[in-house]
């Protein structure tokens, strides 16, 4: 177990996702993350498109010497993903949690439709539970997705990409203090409150969150 995993009374977080292999805009935000002092890279999905052009989206936040945690999102399979988290050191936390102080962080990869990924909301809901029961008895709490919440503002951002009904449930019966997630490309930066959850659509530009 590293220090961060142990002495960490507070994390800086670098997030973002979307970024379907630009490799400019990932070096942009490595820059960022080393400019920002940010101590987690956190990536909600969609790392590539299509499953293709893969090839330098880790490598630059590694070469700043940041922690990197993700998902895969709807255009990445678990097959792609496992093979970041075996030949990088980083985690995949679909379905798994992680803890840095009193601080825990879960999540779920996937999508409510495709092209490459999708997950039922049931799934979706399992695979949260199955992280957060991991985690639930920590002060602060940080939910990952890739999707967004259904009955929220970001979905009506986007006739063709509905909110997740099974990320909405999380929401209501765990009650994460955040929930970071993409997806929707026009909702980036997006911010609101959803129960007593702060959700944000980090997108491909990121957002810097003090924990």
């Given amino acids: 177990m590293g220090d ?19 490799v400019a805009q990932v070096r942009k935000l490595a820059n960022l993350a080393e400019k920002e002092k940010v101590d987690l890279v956190i990536l909600c999905g969609d790392l590539t498109f299509f499953d293709k052009q893969v090839d330098n989206m880790i490598g630059p936040f ?4 940041k922690k990197v945690l993700f998902i895969p999102g709807n255009h990445d399979s678990f097959a792609t993903a496992d093979f970041l988290a075996e030949v990088y050191p980083i985690k995949n936390i679909h379905g798994y949690s992680v803890k840095y102080g009193e601080i825990g962080i ?44 259904s009955d929220s503002k970001m979905e009506r951002f986007s006739k063709f990409v509905p909110g997740s009904d099974g990320v909405k449930k999380a929401i209501d019966r765990f009650k994460p203090d955040i929930l970071l997630c993409s997806h929707v490309h026009e909702a980036e930066g997006i911010e609101e409150m959803v129960g007593k959850t702060r959700v944000i659509n980090v997108g491909r530009a990121g957002k810097i969150i003090d924990v």
């Fill in 62 to 65: 590694l070469a700043k010497n």
């Fill in 106 to 149: 879960f999540g779920c990869g996937g999508g409510n439709t495709g092209p490459v990924t999708t997950l039922t909301d049931k799934e979706t809901y399992d695979l949260l539970k199955q992280g957060f029961d991991r985690i639930k008895d920590l002060k602060t709490k940080i939910m990952v997705t890739h999707v967004h919440p």
């Fill in 4 to 22: 961060l995993e142990k002495k960490v009374k507070r994390l800086r977080i670098l997030s973002a996702g979307d970024l379907h292999g630009d």
